[in-house]
């Protein structure tokens, strides 16, 4: 939807940049995914016009069961077009917790698949094994360990690094977190921000709480906001992300073998 318009406001009101999703790499792929027809070619023609303006951009190419076989030509398109290209193989619930979009996921085996083989992935993966040998970094990251030494619920950074404003003028703790968030019409700042430290930083987890015991945790892409936004539920765990994290840790450790024997 990128038009001359945009591309005079941009210049006169500069961003930092402009994130977009690349929904596939071929015309046919990317409009089963949008079902509009011509919004490829309508895509393409904003990121020429973003190119010719030099206006900084970023592509995300958000892997799913659709566009999956051409996972690998996006990192050709990164590539050509010289930008970052930011690939997830997440695919989580709607904002109101509906579940449908979920029926689009790779399986753990396709997600891990792409770990494998993308050269940076592969490489990135490697890499951990290396650091875990030579002592750089635990094999529980350092906050996680401490926020979960401390019964916390969320061991990300959700209301504390960052906090987002929605359009209708709600504060939620991340982008994810829209089911727990403060009404700005209602009170000010100072209040959204009390209420977001006492509902996320501060929110303490049951001794049940699974996440809290695991030794996979550093490959694995938990959110506990994802858990309470897609089953009202927030230490409800989906197991994929388990899954996941375990392929991811036995690649590792079979890496640490093969580093340890050459030492």
């Known amino acids: 939807m990128l038009g001359q318009e945009h591309i005079e406001l ?3 009101y500069p961003v930092e940049l402009i994130s977009t999703t690349m929904y596939g790499c071929t015309e046919q792929t990317y409009e089963r995914i949008t079902g509009v027809p011509g919004s490829y070619k309508k895509f393409m023609n904003a990121l020429e016009l973003l190119d010719k303006n030099n206006i900084r951009y970023e592509l995300k190419y958000v892997a799913m069961q659709e566009n999956f076989d051409e996972i690998y030509q996006a990192r050709e398109i990164e590539k050509k077009l ?3 290209m930011i ?3 997440g695919i989580h619930p709607m904002s109101d917790g509906t579940l449908s979009p979920m029926v689009h996921r790779l399986t753990p085996d396709q997600a891990f ?3 494998y083989k993308d050269e940076g992935r592969n490489a990135f993966w490697k890499d951990v094994a290396r650091q875990l ?4 970094i635990e094999l529980i990251p350092d906050r996680t360990r401490e926020r979960f030494a401390n019964q916390c619920l969320y061991p990300c950074s959700i209301a504390n690094q960052h906090v987002f404003v929605t359009s209708d003028y ?3 703790g991340c982008v994810r977190a829209s089911y727990r968030r403060f009404d700005l019409r209602k009170g000010d700042f100072d209040e959204g921000w009390k209420f977001l430290q006492q509902e996320f930083v501060n929110k303490k987890a049951s001794n049940n709480f699974a996440c809290m015991h695991c030794n996979d945790i550093r490959f694995c892409e938990q959110c506990t906001a994802n858990f309470g936004q897609a089953y009202n539920d927030e230490e409800k765990i989906d197991d994929f992300y388990c899954k996941v994290a375990k392929m991811r840790h036995d690649f590792v450790n079979k890496e640490i073998s093969k580093l340890k024997q050459d030492m």
């Open 10 to 12: 941009f210049q006169e």
């Open 82 to 84: 010289g930008v970052e």
């Open 87 to 89: 690939i997830s193989t």
């Open 113 to 115: 698949e792409f770990d």
């Open 133 to 136: 040998v030579e002592g750089e």
């Open 170 to 172: 709600f504060l939620q």
